[in-house]
């Protein structure tokens, strides 16, 4: 058995075996990309997502509990556009007279969970915070230059008056996007990922000792995406021979896909071409889309699995020729149930799709902290003997 690999796409897709005589040739080099739409469908509008904390220790005197922080955001979906990143711009509301002398802090956190968040040993928690910048909301810090507002914030500020307080944080480039693992059946949701989150909490001071009430603070998760890039897509084809110790000449296969770019939801057709000039008969071609997902925090491990393949029982005698297209469906529907696919990351009643390919800005170091993914399309013959 022996194969031919080729191709990474925006879906975010062979190396060839140790076989002597072999000639591998890539015109371009062989890649595939499964990803998002290049342009992010039109959000709905008049959509504002908020979350409040009530504090039960801070009720009022009619025993009635009241909104003590409330964030406001416009989408919960930041696109990574590779050359820049959408700013996350919000608003905090807040009852100032509950608060009274305590100060309000807003922050912007990207974990990487490697566990259940109910598990607990020895102190120790099964996560890692990949990046965390907070800034003081209330009271305003003096003499800090007030940034541009978008529309949304000059509204609710408008409807709020001075009980709102905008806030605006900028992804650094070098983090992951949100990814999840696909849970096994008989696991809780959520147990190995890359997330973030918006946290709005009181607090006396920002400090490292400083223990967080969740009655008196509100957290909203948020993803950090990417769609496509826009620039030329190419087609790639990959091409090797095998030459075997009876045969005077090599068996020569060709794989070519009819793009670089696949969106979620679209087939992957696979062009195959097998010139069999050898005393050998191919009995068989296996084609496959594999997922190929690292995951970097203490070491840099990697892992593949098959998210589409096809087997395909095809007679190649000696002498003769096969072309044909294969079509191969990678999608969700399909790998359902499958422990350890690699997800876009999930919002809780929002759907998802196979994680997209991982696309670096020229520059960035690749060996980020989280989850990069990838995909290859796998081509292999079985031949006799």
């Not at 050359?83 to 305590?102: A, Q, W």
Request: charged share 25%; proline share 6%; hydrophobic share 35%.
């Amino acid at each position: 058995m022996w194969y031919l690999s080729g191709a990474s796409s925006l879906f975010h897709h062979n190396t060839p075996g140790k076989m002597s005589n072999d000639q591998t040739q890539s015109i371009p080099a062989p890649s595939v990309v499964i990803a998002k739409m290049n342009s992010p469908p039109t959000a709905p509008k008049n959509i504002v997502f908020k979350k409040t904390t009530r504090d039960k220790s801070r009720q009022h005197y009619k025993k009635e509990t009241k909104e003590q922080i409330a964030v406001y955001l416009g989408k919960r979906d930041f696109i990574d556009h590779v050359t820049h990143i959408d700013p996350v711009d919000g608003v905090i509301v807040l009852d100032t007279g509950y608060i009274k002398d305590m100060k309000v802090f807003c922050r912007l956190l990207c974990a990487f969970r490697y566990g259940r968040e109910d598990i607990d040993v020895c102190g120790l928690k099964f996560r890692r915070d990949l990046y965390m910048t907070t800034v003081q909301i209330y009271p305003p810090p003096s003499g800090e230059k007030s940034k541009p507002q978008t529309k949304l914030q000059e509204h609710l500020e408008r409807k709020f008056g001075d009980k709102a307080y905008s806030f605006y944080f900028q992804f650094p480039d070098y983090l992951p996007c949100s990814v999840t693992l696909q849970p096994g059946p008989k696991e809780i949701d959520k147990c190995c990922g890359v997330d973030f989150q918006i946290l709005a909490f009181c607090a006396k001071s920002l400090s490292i000792d400083e223990n967080i009430s969740k009655r008196s603070s509100v957290s909203m998760v948020i993803r950090k995406v990417q769609y496509a890039p826009d620039k030329p897509n190419f087609q790639p084809v990959a091409k090797t021979t095998r030459q075997f110790l009876m045969s005077d000449k090599p068996l020569y296969l060709e794989a070519s896909l009819n793009k670089e770019i696949f969106y979620h939801g679209e087939p992957v057709e696979v062009s195959v071409e097998v010139i069999n000039h050898s005393s050998k008969t191919v009995k068989k071609v296996k084609i496959t889309v594999d997922q190929f997902t690292s995951v970097v925090l203490f070491s840099h491990d990697t892992y593949s699995l098959a998210v589409a393949q096809e087997e395909a029982d095809e007679q190649v005698a000696p002498g003769s020729t096969l072309k044909k297209v294969y079509t191969l469906y990678p999608i969700i529907a399909n790998n359902s149930e499958k422990h350890g696919v690699a997800l876009d990351g999930k919002i809780r009643h929002a759907d998802t799709n196979l994680a997209s390919t991982t696309i670096l800005k020229e520059g960035i170091d690749h060996d980020v902290w989280g989850i990069l993914v990838s995909y290859k399309v796998r081509v292999k013959l079985v031949v006799s003997g």
